[in-house]
């Protein structure tokens, strides 16, 4: 078993879960709260990794945070190295990756909620933000648990962005889908399947986990 | 009423009674109904009277902020008036005035009791309210938490949350909770007492108007119940197809209405059957 790999892969899902929680909670409340053009394009932007292969977005990446593009170059002379090849290129791929596990429970949740509880407190003088925290937000506290289980366990299972982006170098961008595969490669099945065995039983005691709570009836994505 | 507004006692509520008086103006295009309305609340307690569908609910959603009208100005006017001319608009189309439902103070019971349901019915009653605000202010909702439970009978139920009350009882809370907002500009109640059970619906029509005249802000409610504006004795807007008909006092706005309501009553028994529908 590379433990390496393990840490890195729980140390990339949290922080990418921690990251897109910040990023998600104001993007799905903007979406949630109205309709038109300018929303519909974000929720296909949004959309867009759940049908895209990851090698795709990878790719993109790549070149965007590489020396090609005034992006990448203004990174690289803010950190002194490419973001590509290491731990925060990862992050960068998967917060994006996993954008849509993010968002969409959370857009559900909130629309979900009676518009006319967020009227009453908007004429008992709540501003639109207190009305987000204290009403909205507690409703829909499901989504926020889904959204939040969904984007870890979407992180831990990550492949084809890692590769793309990361590589293969152990301790900074070697997850444990990116080791398994090397196992493969060398033939090494008893590591392998020790590897994949761990991945399946995660992956399905957190669907268990979000299905036996049944807190979020609605379909997750939507 | 007027012996009643002065016959306040002298207290911690005597300094917010019915300082203001609001004047309304709106026209609105609501599928076939043209709303087209210009009135004052200048009594402490005012009744848009007027069958379903006659523009009353949108008037209300109008002054409350929550939705966007054709043309409106709609201007809270600070008593007495001589000391400013200057109003607090809540919305002015002509000149690009507007302002957003919680920056308005005009607390609205909806028809439907809108409760939140993760907070219990005492939190319901004081989200209004931050805390954190003056000495002044705490006593005030303080001295509220203390009487109004009792005022809307709901003592019984102030540590529930809204599912597990009955409608009764629902109504009741949100009544309450709109009139904790005592010291706002105006209360308005879409249809408070529709619904509730006879002895206590009588009871609670007498006692919060009574309080209401005291210690509130000026209401605005709505009614289609004939009944229901005779028990309050309030000024009475009549409102037909979107237009203000008629306004004063009930027994001058209301009299043909009881009239027929008196008339279909005195029929043969035969037909008494029929008086419990609507008109």
């Given at each position: 078993m590379d433990t390496q790999a393990l840490w890195l892969t729980l140390r990339l899902a949290l922080t990418t879960t921690a990251l897109l929680l910040l990023i998600a909670l104001p993007l799905a409340w903007w979406i949630a709260s109205g309709a038109g053009a300018a929303r519909a394009l974000t929720q296909a932007v949004v959309a867009l990794p759940l049908v895209l292969p990851p090698t795709v977005l990878?790719?993109?990446l790549l070149v965007a945070l590489g020396p090609l593009t005034a992006p990448g170059r203004l990174i690289i002379r803010l950190l002194g190295h490419p973001l590509a090849f290491s731990f925060s290129g990862l992050v960068v791929g998967s917060?994006?990756?996993?954008?849509?596990?993010?968002?969409?429970?959370?857009?559900?949740?909130?629309?979900?909620?009676?518009?006319?509880?967020?009227?009453?407190?908007?004429?008992?003088?709540?501003?639109?933000?207190?009305?987000?925290?204290?009403?909205?937000?507690?409703?829909?506290?499901?989504?926020?648990?889904?959204?939040?289980?969904?984007?870890?366990?979407?992180?831990?299972g990550e492949f084809g962005v890692v590769l793309m982006l990361g590589g293969n170098i152990p301790g900074a961008t070697r997850t444990l889908s990116i080791a398994l595969y090397d196992q493969v490669q060398d033939f090494n099945y008893a590591a392998a399947n020790r590897t994949a065995g761990l991945l399946l039983a995660f992956s399905l005691a957190t669907l268990i986990v979000i299905y036996w709570r049944g807190a979020e009836r609605r379909p997750l994505l939507g | 009423m007027a012996d009643l507004v002065q016959s306040a006692q002298p207290g911690i509520f005597t300094s917010y009674p019915h300082q203001d008086h609001l004047s309304v103006e709106l026209r609105h295009r609501l599928g076939?109904?043209?709303?087209?309305?210009?009135?004052?609340?200048?009594?402490?307690?005012?009744?848009?009277?007027?069958?379903?569908?006659?523009g009353k609910t949108t008037i209300l959603r109008a002054i409350a902020g929550l939705l966007r009208p054709d043309f409106a100005r709609i201007v809270n006017h600070r008593r007495p008036v001589s000391s400013t001319k200057e109003g607090f608009a809540f919305v002015a189309t002509?000149?690009?005035?507007?302002?957003?439902?919680?920056?308005?103070?005009?607390?609205?019971?909806?028809?439907?009791?809108?409760?939140?349901?993760?907070?219990?019915?005492?939190?319901?009653?004081?989200?209004?309210?931050?805390?954190?605000?003056?000495?002044?202010?705490?006593?005030?909702?303080?001295?509220?938490?203390?009487?109004?439970?009792?005022?809307?009978?709901?003592?019984?139920?102030?540590?529930?949350?809204?599912?597990?009350?009955?409608?009764?009882?629902?109504?009741?809370?949100?009544?309450?909770?709109?009139?904790?907002?005592?010291?706002?500009?105006i209360l308005l109640l879409d249809e408070p007492f529709t619904g509730l059970e006879l002895p206590l619906r009588d009871l609670l029509i007498s006692n919060f108007f009574a309080w209401q005249s005291k210690y509130g802000t000026p209401v605005l409610s709505v009614t289609h119940d004939v009944a229901e504006a005779f028990q309050l004795g309030a000024e009475v807007i009549k409102l037909a197809e979107g237009k203000v008909v008629e306004q004063g006092p009930v027994e001058a706005v209301l009299a043909d209405e009881r009239a027929r309501l008196l008339t279909q009553l005195n029929r043969p028994t035969s037909q008494n059957r029929d008086v419990g529908h609507p008109i």
């Amino acid at each position: 078993m590379d433990t390496q790999a393990l840490w890195l892969t729980l140390r990339l899902a949290l922080t990418t879960t921690a990251l897109l929680l910040l990023i998600a909670l104001p993007l799905a409340w903007w979406i949630a709260s109205g309709a038109g053009a300018a929303r519909a394009l974000t929720q296909a932007v949004v959309a867009l990794p759940l049908v895209l292969p990851p090698t795709v977005l990878g790719f993109y990446l790549l070149v965007a945070l590489g020396p090609l593009t005034a992006p990448g170059r203004l990174i690289i002379r803010l950190l002194g190295h490419p973001l590509a090849f290491s731990f925060s290129g990862l992050v960068v791929g998967s917060v994006l990756y996993s954008l849509p596990f993010a968002v969409q429970p959370l857009v559900a949740g909130f629309r979900a909620v009676d518009t006319a509880l967020l009227e009453a407190a908007a004429t008992l003088g709540a501003s639109p933000l207190r009305t987000f925290t204290t009403i909205t937000l507690p409703l829909a506290k499901p989504s926020l648990v889904t959204a939040a289980v969904l984007t870890f366990t979407h992180t831990v299972g990550e492949f084809g962005v890692v590769l793309m982006l990361g590589g293969n170098i152990p301790g900074a961008t070697r997850t444990l889908s990116i080791a398994l595969y090397d196992q493969v490669q060398d033939f090494n099945y008893a590591a392998a399947n020790r590897t994949a065995g761990l991945l399946l039983a995660f992956s399905l005691a957190t669907l268990i986990v979000i299905y036996w709570r049944g807190a979020e009836r609605r379909p997750l994505l939507g | 009423m007027a012996d009643l507004v002065q016959s306040a006692q002298p207290g911690i509520f005597t300094s917010y009674p019915h300082q203001d008086h609001l004047s309304v103006e709106l026209r609105h295009r609501l599928g076939a109904l043209e709303i087209d309305v210009d009135f004052r609340l200048t009594k402490p307690w005012t009744i848009l009277f007027g069958p379903s569908g006659s523009g009353k609910t949108t008037i209300l959603r109008a002054i409350a902020g929550l939705l966007r009208p054709d043309f409106a100005r709609i201007v809270n006017h600070r008593r007495p008036v001589s000391s400013t001319k200057e109003g607090f608009a809540f919305v002015a189309t002509d000149v690009g005035v507007w302002r957003p439902a919680h920056k308005r103070g005009a607390a609205l019971a909806a028809q439907r009791p809108a409760l939140f349901p993760h907070l219990t019915v005492i939190e319901n009653m004081t989200y209004g309210y931050r805390g954190g605000g003056s000495g002044e202010e705490q006593e005030y909702v303080d001295r509220l938490t203390a009487t109004l439970p009792a005022l809307f009978q709901i003592e019984h139920v102030l540590g529930k949350r809204p599912a597990e009350l009955s409608g009764g009882e629902a109504q009741r809370v949100s009544l309450a909770r709109a009139a904790m907002a005592g010291r706002k500009r105006i209360l308005l109640l879409d249809e408070p007492f529709t619904g509730l059970e006879l002895p206590l619906r009588d009871l609670l029509i007498s006692n919060f108007f009574a309080w209401q005249s005291k210690y509130g802000t000026p209401v605005l409610s709505v009614t289609h119940d004939v009944a229901e504006a005779f028990q309050l004795g309030a000024e009475v807007i009549k409102l037909a197809e979107g237009k203000v008909v008629e306004q004063g006092p009930v027994e001058a706005v209301l009299a043909d209405e009881r009239a027929r309501l008196l008339t279909q009553l005195n029929r043969p028994t035969s037909q008494n059957r029929d008086v419990g529908h609507p008109i």
